[in-house]
């Protein structure tokens, strides 16, 4: 039965955990104190630019505008003699030149390599003192930055107040601006607040085409970033910052990731006063997961698409070193989420991604995840609180369209006891079109909601689908109300464990979790199915020998053992089923809660410990059974699985030594009384006197 595999499965899994958890790093930066908020969202400038770049080859330049309206292609013709008396061959050389706040820099149609940031570092950039990531590069200060700019940027914007940069091209994707896998980033906005990105291609780097670390006040206005081994877009650290017409794809963690935003509304509950980072109006898709945000604190998602990712959307509690943590106040409205199912996850297996960046093939399709994702999801929170997903469209993810997960608080390396469980609170889910696209087609997800369980204030509304569990607390109309509100300190025990299990992943190491099915496992390959094969044979042992030895001559036990075997048998097949079936696991727990209270019943009068025992370990998996199809028991701490789990194990030994016990099988469920007793004298034996005076067989027994 499931109660063993929980337990044992949860141990290791938590020794596991506990040891190698808190060095996982999904971004290691500096130390960085998030913005005052005294800054603003910078507003878009017209009018002529300040500073030029252009490459100098005009044939090549004439062809890349040819097919431009005749208004923008005379705009980059007179642009263009102007750059080529007075402008920039490279970015960073008009960077380098910005004198004064608010100044426009301008970059016409192009493939802008920046041949002179590309070398390797030289003479004092080679022997910086820094801590080493665990991915190898340095974590630099902003002095060291400074120092030496390009030992991991292609383009390094440091301190430049209210900057515009922007493509003069028709298309963003007329101006590239290509590291070549060369460097960690291709640009780097680093304390440059007010700064502003406009109409541009970067790409191909080994972390971020894009990063901005440390502002108040961004703008990322029709940008496409693509082909990084991590992320597409990365703001870290920062306030008032729009996200808008941006596109991402083929990034190895996600296309858009506003880690640590600034955690302005920590204290409140869902009416806050503003938000930090707003995201509207992009695509990202073909990556690990589309949107994803460590303390991605205070961020307005709304009117995007993110589609045919492993995971559409995530944020999370899980990696130390990011300020904000726990994640909370993200707000989700009117984004389209649908068809993340790809897996990526066999590059990894086959040795493509031990490849160096550049011969992977990245332009052909291939990622190479970088940490562990759970294929076919649609939105996943993973230890967040005071989020709200409202009136999005979520269809055609093949595991869960919403994935709800405690995380506790030594994940991330706070040690208190106190937060521990301080995650997956408050998290309101309605309003959304779950299995139906904008046009009315049905395309539903195989489960609507996965949840652990943990947390107190979780709601989803009414008409989800199939879920884990079965029934879910109701969001009212109000935010804030909640119908069968439930407060738990942990979550399922299975779920936790197979978590815990699949996330012991390294994409450098090449190491995916034998077991586990979002690698591949199948069948009786996912550790799940195996380990309730083996409780099931084990129960199926025990509870037979116990039966054979003690109530095999009584009906009742007879019939109820009958129903255990039925009971193991569906848990067996309920595990393979995985979370888009609750009613089988659910049947199962009846079958053998009825099995429990019956054999409990008849050992009564033989061992009436042990048989009130069995009674109670009965109650408690019948209260589990309603616990996971019928309605969530509000009130307790923990579920029954926890209790019936810690019983269970006390109740195996037991059932083994009654087994094995050389005394004579009772027939209480006959005779209503145990017969079988120790002797009057039975404390006083004399020498020489047979062993059977001990323990006289019953009436009618001749055993």
């Known amino acids: 039965m499931s109660w063993t595999r929980r337990l044992l499965v949860v141990l290791a899994a938590l020794a596991v955990a506990l040891l190698a958890a808190p060095a996982a790093q999904a971004h290691e930066e500096r130390p960085v104190t998030l913005p005052d908020g005294t800054g603003s969202v910078p507003v878009y400038r017209t009018g002529e630019p300040d500073l030029l770049v252009c490459k100098s080859d005009r044939a090549d330049f004439e062809r890349r505008i040819s097919g431009f309206p005749d208004g923008l292609r005379a705009r980059n013709l007179r642009l263009f003699d102007r750059c080529l008396r007075s402008g920039y061959r490279h970015l960073q050389q008009a960077v380098d030149a910005v004198g004064r706040p608010g100044m426009n820099i301008a970059i016409l149609p192009g493939l ?81 607040h007010g700064i502003y990105f406009k109409n541009f291609t970067a790409q191909r780097t080994t972390f971020n085409s894009l990063y901005v670390l440390a502002q108040d006040g961004f703008v990322i206005d029709s940008v496409l970033t693509r082909w990084n081994d991590e992320y597409g877009f990365l703001t870290f650290a920062s306030d008032h910052g729009l996200y808008k017409n941006c596109e991402s794809y083929g990034n190895g963690d996600s296309g858009i990731y506003p880690g640590s935003a600034s955690d302005i509304n920590d204290g409140y509950g869902y009416e806050v006063p503003r938000y930090s980072i707003e995201i509207t109006g992009c695509r990202s ?68 991604c031990a490849k160096p960046p550049a011969d992977r093939g990245y332009e052909d399709g291939v990622v190479c995840p ?12 993973a230890g967040g609180n005071w989020n709200l997903y409202e009136n999005n469209w979520i269809y055609g993810q093949q595991r869960a369209a919403f994935f709800l997960t405690a995380v506790p608080a030594f994940i991330r390396g706070e040690s208190a006891l106190s937060k521990q469980t301080d995650t997956s609170h408050h998290n309101r889910y309605a309003g959304n079109h779950l299995g139906t696209d904008k046009a009315g087609n049905s395309r539903p997800n195989r489960t609507d909601v996965f949840w652990d369980g943990q947390g107190e204030g979780n709601c989803w509304q009414s ?95 007879t019939a109820v053992t009958v129903l255990g075997a039925i009971g193991l048998g569906l848990d067996v097949a309920g595990s393979t089923t995985g979370p888009a079936s609750t009613y089988v696991p659910a049947l199962a727990l009846l079958l053998t809660g009825v099995w429990w209270t019956g054999i409990g019943l008849v050992l009564r009068g033989d061992r009436p410990w042990l048989g009130w025992t069995t009674v109670v370990l009965g109650a408690l998996t019948l209260l589990d059974a309603l616990d996971k199809a019928v309605f969530m028991i509000p009130w307790i701490p923990l579920s029954p699985a926890w209790l019936r789990g810690l019983l269970g194990v006390i109740w195996v030994v037991w059932a083994v030594v009654a087994a094995a016990r050389h005394t004579e099988r009772g027939v209480p469920g006959e005779q209503g009384a145990s017969q079988e007793g120790p002797a009057p004298d039975a404390g006083v034996h004399a020498p020489g006197a047979p062993a059977t005076a001990l323990a006289p067989a019953p009436e009618g027994d001749a055993s």
């Open 112 to 192: 802008y390599e920046e041949e002179p940031s590309l070398p390797k570092p030289a003479g004092e950039c080679t022997r910086l003192k820094a801590p080493n990531s665990q991915l190898g590069y340095q974590i630099l200060s902003y002095a060291q930055q400074t120092q030496c700019p390009h030992n991991q940027n292609l383009v390094a914007i440091l301190g430049k107040k209210n900057l515009q940069i922007e493509g003069t091209g028709a298309e963003r994707t007329d101006v590239v601006i290509d590291a070549k896998y060369q460097k960690l980033n291709a640009i780097r906005a680093d304390g440059s």
């Open 285 to 352: 898709h073909h990556n690990m997961v589309g949107y994803s945000g460590t303390a991605g604190d205070s961020v307005y998602v709304h009117d995007n698409e993110f589609d045919h990712n492993m995971g559409g959307a995530s944020m999370d509690s899980a990696f130390p070193g990011h300020p904000g943590l726990p994640q909370n106040h993200a707000r989700f409205e009117r984004n389209l989420i649908h068809d993340n199912n790809a897996d990526y996850y066999p590059y990894v297996a086959d040795g493509t």
């Open 370 to 381: 970088q940490i562990s994702m759970p294929p076919g999801s649609g939105i996943i929170t």
């Open 463 to 557: 008409d989800t689908g199939p879920s884990s569990p079965r029934t879910l607390p109701t969001c009212g109309s109000e935010r804030g109300a909640v119908s069968g509100r439930t407060d738990r300190l942990v979550g399922e025990p299975v779920k936790l464990a197979q978590l815990l299990v699949c996330a012991d992943y390294n994409v450098q190491a090449r190491r995916l979790p034998a077991g586990c099915d979002w690698y591949g496992a199948r069948g009786i390959e996912r550790i799940e199915v195996q380990v309730t094969l083996a409780i099931a044979v084990v129960l199926a042992l025990v509870g037979g020998v116990l039966w054979w030895r003690r109530l095999r001559g009584s009906g009742l036990a």
